[in-house]
């Protein structure tokens, strides 16, 4: 049975005036009544974690997902909603709405977290031991926000405290290096002071593996190989097993990760909890009546079931599933997962695919994350997690890691791994570095549709341009180098003087 974190959603204030003659009602929470005892903490907490899944400003929920896929050579936004429509297509400006979402979303999510870093040593009660834990477990968060905001923004600020005055507010931005230097402290202090598992009841925050797996790709980005390698070291053996206290493992299904009785398995190091709680309120009012669900599902499901479907994977991407047969000569099992076309006996939320009318010329619909197995998508609710990061992550970036060491010789167990899981014969012996790179990246490709890394992928291997060009992707004409990073919102260039 699923089990579900910080069901009650909290609003942080950031303060509340005073004076000799104003007294404080009790009955409202102020930051002089407030973060007095745990239960405050865990609250704070809840508020923090809360922001990667809000509707409208999580990168983890329809705000958000379209926008970190949108912009792939594997994914195509349809012209429903202008602003992502924009954003896929290279046309978008610093007035887009929907990049504008994320960004301030991110930055909810730091001020919060600041909050609690600020504020957890003088909480009567605790224990030194608890008070590093809470200190660490925010300060994932905070290198998480701030990792979404550095592959996607480039330069931004950075804030490591709650701002007292008006001038506080006004940071200028930081270059990028310095960016990935603070996301670098603070998932070390994280790792340092996260327990490995939580008990039950709190299963969904942070644990040491994930800052570890997020200190190891932090590395990958910044191209320091030799350090990512030792970072996935401390999860990983040299064949790709979990070390101990680590018990992490691919499943045996590859497509048990998208479905929701499957959510927090031994695959996933990290990742966001919906549940079908909390109100029917699918806008972020941070209220009772808000859903702690996903929209997700009926974003991308087709008209058929009730669904809004926005995005597609593109023709390229489809082609790209069938490049390799498995050993019984049938489709990969993860092209099965991850989309549905017309093969004999295809069956989509419980209809036969000959029901649905495929759209925009591709030949393929998303069935990762959807909730395929039920008669539609109408409720709007989705209970199926998104996983931030998966043991399958690990293993390929040490592979990248290793390879990029021209210690291509070591790849081959964290590849053969992949491979083995679905159902694909082991790679032979002799292959250059360029040769497993671009395995690599074909698996990476495959493997992760739909999670919101091809983009950032191609970015970092500098072939975008290429890329970009030999695809079908819509608006791939309007594609340069510029548009490697969102721009900066405007709202933001407006209100702050020093960005």
């Given at each position: ?23 404080i009602n009790p009955n409202v929470i102020t930051q002089e009544n407030f973060w007095k005892t745990e239960n405050d903490v865990l609250l704070g907490l809840a508020a923090t974690y809360k922001t990667l899944k809000s509707k409208n400003t999580g990168y983890w929920n329809s705000g958000g997902i379209p926008v970190v896929n949108g912009r792939g050579d594997d ?59 809470y200190i660490a477990e925010a300060k994932f968060l905070r290198a998480l926000n701030y990792f979404y905001l550095v592959i996607n923004f480039g330069d931004v600020a950075i804030v490591t405290s709650v701002p007292k005055t008006k001038e506080d507010y006004f940071i200028k931005q930081s270059p990028q290096a310095d960016v990935w230097i603070q996301i670098e ?315």
């Open positions: 049975m699923k089990n579900y974190i910080f069901i009650v959603i909290f609003v942080m204030l950031l303060g509340a005036c005073t004076n000799e003659l104003e007294q994914f195509y936004i349809r012209n429903d909603v202008a602003d992502l429509y924009r954003l896929s297509t290279f046309v978008n400006a610093s007035t887009n709405g929907k990049v504008t979402d994320i960004f301030q979303g991110a930055y909810q999510g730091i001020f919060r977290a600041n909050q609690i870093i600020e504020n957890v040593p003088g909480v009567e009660g605790l224990d030194d031991g608890s008070k590093a834990a402290n603070d998932l070390k202090d994280a790792k340092d002071g996260l327990p490995v598992t939580y008990a039950s009841k709190w299963v969904g925050r942070a644990t040491k593996g994930a800052a570890i797996g997020f200190l190891g790709k932090a590395y990958i980005y910044e191209k320091k190989w030799e350090l990512a390698q030792a970072e996935f070291s401390n999860l990983i053996d040299a064949n790709g097993n979990a070390i101990a206290p680590y018990a992490y493992d691919l499943l045996v299904n590859y497509s048990q990760n998208f479905e929701k009785e499957y959510d927090n398995n031994k695959e996933s190091l990290f990742e966001i909890q919906f549940q079908n709680v909390g109100g029917t309120n699918l806008n972020p009012t941070e209220n009772a009546t808000e859903s702690q669900g996903s929209v997700s599902g009926q974003f991308f499901a087709p008209a058929e079931v009730g669904g809004w479907f926005e995005g597609f994977p593109t023709n390229k991407m489809f082609d790209e599933f069938q490049k390799e047969k498995t050993i019984t000569n049938d489709f990969d099992p993860r092209m099965y997962a991850s989309i549905v076309w017309n093969y004999p006996g295809a069956v989509f939320y419980t209809k036969p695919f000959s029901g649905f009318t495929l759209q925009f010329g591709f030949n393929s619909m998303i069935k990762k994350y959807q909730n395929w197995k039920d008669k539609n998508e109408g409720i709007k609710i989705s209970e199926i997690n998104e996983k931030a990061l998966r043991f399958a992550d690990i293993l390929l970036l040490q592979a990248e890691a290793l390879t990029m060491q021209n210690k291509v010789t070591e790849a081959y167990p964290f590849i053969n791994r992949i491979r083995s899981r679905a159902n694909l014969v082991p790679l032979t012996i002799g292959k250059t570095k360029d040769d497993m790179m671009s395995e690599i990246r074909h698996q990476r490709m495959v493997e992760f549709f739909r999670e919101g890394q091809r983009f950032y992928d191609l970015k970092r291997w500098g072939l975008l341009q290429q890329e970009m060009t030999n695809s079908d992707k819509v608006g791939k004409e309007f594609y340069d180098s510029s548009k490697d990073y969102f721009p900066i919102p405007q709202n933001e260039l407006n209100t702050n003087p020093n960005w």
